[in-house]
C-alpha cells in the first residue's frame, strides 16, 4: 500500500509545490533553448553572439565571436538551474511520500525536452487535489 502524505506536512508542501513549478518552468525553457542552441551549433556550426559588431543577437561560428557567447551562457544557465529543478524535485517527493521510481521520472523532467512542462501541469493537479483534501477532513 502506497504511503499518503502527512495532512500535518501541507504548508511544507505547498511551498515545495511552489518551488517546483518555478524551477520547472525555468528549466524548461532553458532546456529548449538549449536544444535550439545545440542545432545551430552542430547543425550549422554557428553560435549565438549577443551584442556583437552585427547586431544584438547574431549567429556566428564559434571560432569568429568577438562578443558574449550566448550558446555558452545557455548552457551554463540550464545546467544551474537543474541542479535548483533537482533540489525542488526532492523537495516535493519527500513529504508527498511518493515512490523512487515517481522521483525518477520527476528528474527526467529537466532532461527530455517538453517533459518538464507535462510533469509540472500533471504533479501540481495532482498535489492540489490532495491537499484540499485534507482540508476537507475534519480534524
Known amino acids: 500500500m502506497p504511503l499518503k502524505p502527512k495532512p500535518s506536512d501541507a504548508s ?10 518555478v524551477t520547472s518552468i525555468i528549466t524548461g525553457t532553458f532546456l529548449l533553448l538549449l536544444c535550439l542552441m545545440m542545432l545551430f551549433r552542430y547543425g550549422f556550426g554557428v553560435d549565438i ?22 550558446s555558452t551562457i545557455i548552457l551554463i544557465v540550464h545546467g544551474w538551474f537543474y541542479v535548483f529543478y533537482v533540489l525542488a524535485d526532492f523537495n516535493l517527493w519527500s513529504p508527498m511520500r511518493w515512490s523512487f521510481l515517481r522521483l525518477g521520472i520527476m528528474f527526467l523532467g529537466g532532461i527530455i525536452p517538453l517533459l518538464s512542462f507535462i510533469l509540472e501541469r500533471r504533479i501540481h493537479r495532482e498535489v492540489v487535489a490532495q491537499l484540499d483534501a485534507f482540508e476537507k477532513v475534519p480534524a
Open 12 to 21: 511544507r508542501i505547498r511551498l515545495a509545490l511552489k518551488f517546483y513549478k
Open 49 to 70: 553572439e549577443f551584442g556583437g559588431p552585427f547586431g544584438l543577437l547574431y549567429l556566428n561560428p564559434r571560432e569568429q565571436i568577438t562578443a558574449i557567447n550566448l
